[in-house]
């Protein structure tokens, strides 16, 4: 079993930045694919980034690529993401997963097994 908590969410302006974070419990964090979701108001969940079990391979959505970078630290059993030059379409809520599978396409909300709670995330224009 697997608990997730998100931190870093708020109120950021359009241009500038922000670090979420994702802690979790368990032995075996260092085994699991970590993904970040997303879901805006009236919206589906949807894919933003993740990242493989060594950090070593990255994946992102097309709208976050080369303004947010996914990374981790296994060390601390914590997962991040950087948001940088966010804009108002970034806005929603913004989700941490884990998934056990090692070849899990990381794309897909049901190829992971545990969810955090969520953290609002609101870019103002």
């Known amino acids: 079993q697997v608990q997730l908590v998100e931190s870093g969410g708020g109120l950021v302006q359009a241009g500038g930045s922000l670090r979420l974070s994702c802690a979790a419990s368990g032995r075996t964090f260092s085994s699991y694919t970590m993904g970040w979701f997303r879901q805006a108001p009236g919206k589906e969940r949807r894919f933003v980034a993740a990242i493989n079990w060594s950090g070593g391979i990255t994946y992102y959505a097309d709208s976050v690529k080369g303004r947010f970078t996914i990374s981790r630290d296994n060390a601390k059993n914590t997962v991040y993401l950087q948001m940088n030059s966010p804009n108002p379409e970034d806005t929603g809520i913004y989700y941490c997963?884990?998934?056990?599978?090692?070849?899990?396409?990381?794309?897909?909300?049901?190829?992971?097994?545990?969810w955090g709670q969520g953290t609002q995330v609101t870019v103002s224009s």
């Open positions: 997963a884990a998934a056990q599978r090692a070849r899990a396409t990381v794309t897909v909300r049901v190829e992971y097994d545990y």
